[in-house]
């Protein structure tokens, strides 16, 4: 009778065995799923950053050009202003200048 009840005991326990083995394969199958999932997000993700970050790199260098084509055409512009003073002109200039920095 005792070596029934102690069959029976270990019949159990390895069903119980059984069970766990089972629900550890489980869950080890269900953390390798989400381990690639978020490795294809996480890929997904850098890509799109990547691209956003170009795209703004794109941008930026588009809108330094423009500023420096600007800045190109205001110096342009002012040294033809300047080219175009006489000498004369010039002295007085230079002559006012040299007032504000020479003392009295």
Do not use: F
């Amino acid at each position: 009778m005792q070596k029934d009840i102690l069959s029976e005991v270990i019949d159990v326990e390895k069903e119980i065995q059984k069970g766990l083995d089972v629900e550890k394969e489980k869950s080890h199958d269900w953390l390798e799923k989400v381990k690639k999932e978020t490795e294809e997000e996480l890929v997904r993700e850098e890509k799109n950053i990547k691209e956003s970050l170009n795209k703004s790199i794109e941008v930026a260098k588009k809108e330094a050009e423009l500023k420096a084509v600007e800045i190109v055409k205001q110096t342009e512009a002012r040294a033809q202003r300047l080219a175009k003073l006489n000498d004369q002109a010039l002295v007085d200039i230079v002559g006012k200048q040299i007032t504000r920095i020479l003392p009295g």
